[in-house]
Structure formats: structure tokens, C-alpha cells
């Protein structure tokens, strides 16, 4: 199943947001939405080396190694990214 995208986040059940950040992975041929490093791998130095506020975040949010990106303003989706690049995204900047 392919979905167009980007795609409302919240209207997307746990197993259709599988298939999309899985979609998203394709067309980023592996690479991070946010740091272009291989999802595959660990993000760069320079984003590992900030520091996450762990109490921000749902319980294990950064046990999955992957996560679909979206914009909580616009609620629609933007790529896969590395969990600690999500965090980062969501701490630093707002998204």
C-alpha cells in the first residue's frame, strides 16, 4: 500500500504509520529526513552531543531506533528520521 504523502499524522493508525515512515525510508533511499546520515547507523556528533531532556518525551521514545517526523503544528508528516533526531527536533526546535 502506498500512501500519498506527506499525510496527516494523527488520522494514520500504529500500523499505517509503520507502513509510511517504511514509505518515507524508500524515497530518503535510508537517509535521516533531518541529518542525511544512514537511518541504518547513528546520527552525527554534532546532533548526538546535545542534550535530550528525557521528561519531554513518552516513556521509551528513544527505544525505536526510527520514528516517522511530523509537524505538530500542520500535523503532517515529513520523513523518517532517527529517534535522537526527532528528539532534537522536538526539544530544539519545535517540531
Known amino acids: 500500500m502506498e500512501f ?3 499525510i496527516s499524522y494523527s488520522k494514520l493508525t500504529q500500523p499505517q504509520r ?3 515512515r517504511e ?6 533511499n535510508d537517509l535521516c529526513a533531518h541529518c542525511k546520515s544512514a537511518l541504518t547507523g547513528e ?9 535530550i531532556n ?4 513518552p516513556p ?3 527505544h525505536h531506533p ?6 505538530h503544528d500542520t500535523d503532517m508528516t ?5 529517534a535522537f533526531c526527532n528528539a532534537v527536533l522536538w526539544q530544539y526546535h519545535g517540531e
Open 60 to 62: 521509551n521514545f528513544l
Open 18 to 20: 509503520r507502513l509510511v
Open 54 to 57: 528525557l521528561s519531554l518525551f
Open 78 to 82: 515529513i520523513g523518517a528520521v532517527h
Open 4 to 6: 500519498d504523502l506527506p
Open 66 to 71: 526510527i520514528h516517522l517526523h511530523h509537524h
Open 43 to 51: 546520527p552525527p556528533s554534532k546532533i548526538r552531543s546535545k542534550k
Open 23 to 28: 514509505q518515507y525510508r524508500k524515497t530518503q
